[in-house]
T-cell receptor
Framework: DAGVTQSPTHLIKTRGQQVTLRCSPK?????VSWYQQALGQGPQFIFQ???????QRGNFPDRFSGHQFPNYSSELNVNALLLGDSALYLC????????????FGQGTRLTVV | AQKITQTQPGMFVQEKEAVTLDCTYDTSDPSYGLFWYKQPSSGEMIFLIY??????QNATEGRYSLNFQKARKSANLVISASQLGDSAMYFC???????????????FGKGTLLTVNP
């Protein structure tokens, strides 16, 4: 049973460019959340997708957008990259509902130069 | 709003000994879940243990147990018989869980860096 998979694992982009990160949830999971983790910090919630809709959003600008596909996989898009967007981006999947565990992928390390 | 506090930036433990990592939380949500994750230097966030706020028993998963004291709003992680491979960053997290079936974002603490010495 495959866990949460993210691609790519590492990425280098230039300031002002756009980037797309991808996530496949754990088999059977229907909810995907994205987190940004700056160096030395805990992860910060970006947004959550369920039934192909954004259900909740953290304190991130509109440059951060996402999508969930019918097979529950998800993409995170970041436009007009800033140096401060350099971070580890983590995807978490779970089942919608209380008492369910949330599992993370290995993350995508984004460097903006 | 939810808040997680981990007051130990770093902890050291001898191999084979037990260690407790502290976590306190604050929330106004009547129903919530508490999590512990391990993050090695590779970056992957590894799920360790989950405790629901209405669970009567403390959660256990192998060498991990969660010491849940609801009145004190604490959810400490106990690792028994530490191993060298336990050296990593450990994060405590929580989320609201309502009876309607929605669950919400995870709010994380700043983490505790555990070092296991041989």
């Amino acid at each position: 049973d495959a866990g949460v998979t993210q691609s790519p694992t590492h990425l280098i982009k230039t300031r002002g460019q756009q980037v797309t990160l991808r996530c496949s949830p754990k088999s059977g999971h229907d909810t995907v959340s994205w987190y940004q983790q700056a160096l030395g910090q805990g992860p910060q919630f970006i947004f959550q997708y369920y039934e192909e809709e954004e259900r909740q959003r953290g304190n991130f600008p509109d440059r951060f957008s996402g999508h969930q596909f019918p097979n529950y996989s998800s993409e995170l898009n970041v436009n007009a990259l800033l140096l401060g967007d350099s971070a580890l981006y983590l995807c978490a999947s779970s089942l919608m509902g209380p008492g369910t565990e949330a599992f993370f992928g290995q993350g995508t390390r984004l460097t903006v130069v | 709003a939810q808040k997680i506090t981990q007051t130990q930036p770093g902890m050291f433990v001898q191999e084979k000994e037990a260690v407790t990592l502290d976590c306190t939380y604050d929330t106004s949500d009547p129903s919530y879940g508490l999590f512990w994750y391990k993050q090695p230097s590779s970056g992957e966030m590894i799920f360790l243990i989950y405790q629901g706020s209405y669970d009567q028993q403390n959660a256990t998963e192998g060498r991990y147990s969660l010491n849940f004291q609801k009145a004190r709003k604490s959810a400490n992680l106990v690792i028994s018989a530490s191993q060298l491979g336990d050296s990593a960053m450990y994060f405590c997290a929580m989320r609201a869980e309502n009876s309607g079936g929605s669950n919400y974002k995870l709010t994380f603490g700043k983490g505790t860096l555990l070092t296991v010495n041989p």
